[in-house]
């Protein structure tokens, strides 16, 4: 089997990163939401949007994780 390029390491690097950035974002929408939730006064219209970008950035980590785990033949 042959090692993997420079190329193909730095570019897993910095998927890897990328992940790590969306996963914290996904945690902290979700701790807005929450927040905002457990207000009486809560602007729904913004938990929604929140809402909706807590679903796309979720989308944004699975499309990596999908990147960077290898396809498997069995």
Known sequence: ?????DFEMEAEDVLRVELEVFRQ???DLD???TALEDK?????LTIQRLKKKKL???DKIMRIENLLTPDIIA
Do not use: Y
Request: no cysteine; proline share 5%.
């Open 31 to 33: 701790a807005a939401i």
């Open 40 to 44: 009486a006064s809560a602007n729904q």
């Open 25 to 27: 974002e996904h945690r």
């Open 1 to 5: 089997m042959t090692q993997p390029s």
């Open 56 to 58: 796309i950035t979720k």
